[in-house]
């Protein structure tokens, strides 16, 4: 038969918050071992003639929280080889109690049976004390192991174990980041006899002049969007869901699709413009702008019973943790090359694809041309249709212009336009094989050209209609020399 440990809530210390099981399972248990004695109740549970022992000797003799619960599972475990073990923690045992948790992780299900007893937690107590009611959902953490990303302000929060004034100067920092500081909150202790003390604060007064121990907790109100100091992905999501609805924004309700199409595009630019002038702070607001149109797409969607933006965002994910096997499987990539390889080899098996023409077809048509064309020939490399070299591709570049060059001679339309995307798509491969984004280097390219020709504009001393090609031919040559240093220019 398994060894058995209860695990019993002792509440936050007050006789009448015992459970009628926990209460039983105290006065039965043969062995009945206490996290704590120092807890409001172990002088009551002496008086009703219940022995225990206490883990408080593991506190004082180790020199660091990563030696306490091992040693406390090793003591438990040795005790339950002998008969059933009552483990009473303060509170909840599921809530913010750190014992509970090693316990269920360290302890073979095959080896030891668990039972929970629950209890009154020190998150009831805070929330009932403070009269506050939290309909609208409740969130609890622990203080010394707050994971800021974990503060949802749209929902009340109740943060335990504020042990001490440090842990409340190091919390207080934390919640500014993401609460305003004025907001009025609650910090809440117990007194010996279980009692609980409130009061009501400003948050950047927290740590000012108060008494914290490991009873000490803190209630943060739900706040509503206008509020908020940050925002999280979530309130995007619901600001969208306000903006579509029936008492919404009549600019907003009428979008659809196609609609957004162009919007969608300006976005991308916009972003591509931000990162070549390398302001962070424009690409910031940029990017913020293409994910309003992700989420904007996945509200229409939504309402059409289509797909949700969790959808989107639970298939990107899957698609990152099933790309990426040399990280979340047992797939070996140790170079950025064979991760390509990877990608492409586990791409083409999910869409399907069994030849490779059927690779080139899947790149989108409604792509720019250059970078269609870019991407096209980097597939096709990679089956080995590809130069050898770069010098290789420059000379075909050659050949194609003077193809080019035999047809306009010809004065054929139709071999013009032809032989002309041979040579652009010709000066593609030479990019590729130089390493540059083609559709970046022509937009830099044509970016120099308008600084140039403004130079000319404004070095000019008549009209530009009415100078000679050859006049602004030479201003063209000082625009050069005058922007030397600058080759973006």
Known sequence: MRPRIIIAGLGTGREEELTLGTLKALEEAECLVLRTGEHALAPWLRERGIRFTTLDGVYNKSESFDEIYPEMIRRITALAEKGEVVVAVPGHPMVGERLTLELIKELPPAG??????????????????????????????????????????????????????????????????????????????????????????????????????HTSCLYLPALELGQLENYSFRHLVEIMEILRSDEGCPWDRKQDHQSLRQYLIEETYEVLEAIAMQDMDKLAEELGDVLLQVVFHARIAGERGEFSIQDVITGI??????????????????????????????????????????????????????????????????????????????????????????????????????????????????????????????????????????????HADKPLEEMTLEEMDLLWNQAKSEFKADPGV
Not at 125 to 139: D, M, T, Y
Not at 321 to 330: E, L, N, S
């Open 112 to 213: 030891f049976q668990v039972e929970i007893l629950p209890g009154i937690s020190q998150a009831d107590s805070v929330i009932a004390a403070s009269g506050r009611c939290c309909a609208e959902g409740l969130k609890i953490l622990t203080a010394a192991e707050l994971p800021v990303s974990q503060l949802d302000p749209g929902l009340s929060t109740v943060i335990i174990g504020i042990s001490s004034s440090i842990l409340a100067s190091e919390l207080k920092i934390q919640l500014l980041d993401v609460y305003p500081p004025d907001l009025t909150v609650v910090i809440s202790r117990q007194k010996a006899d279980g009692a609980v003390l409130t009061e009501e604060i400003p948050l950047h007064t927290l740590d000012h002049s108060r008494s914290f121990d």
């Open 317 to 458: 994910c899957r698609k990152m943790i099933d790309r990426h096997t040399h990280i979340f499987g047992d797939a070996r990539a140790d170079t950025a090359e064979e991760v390509v390889g990877n990608w492409e080899a586990i791409k083409k098996k999910e869409k399907g694809l069994k030849s490779h023409t059927q690779v080139l077809r899947d790149i989108p048509a409604i792509l720019p041309a250059l970078m269609r064309s870019y991407k096209v020939q980097k597939k096709a490399a990679l089956v080995g249709f590809d130069w050898n070299r770069p010098e290789d591709a420059i000379k075909k570049a050659g050949e194609e212009l003077k193809e080019l060059e035999e047809a306009y001679r010809s004065g054929d339309e139709n071999a013009i336009k032809e032989e002309l995307g041979d040579l652009l798509f010709a000066i593609v491969n030479v990019s590729r094989f130089l390493n540059q984004e083609p559709e970046l280097t022509l937009s830099a390219a044509t970016e120099k050209f308008i600084r140039r020709f403004a130079y000319i504009e404004e």
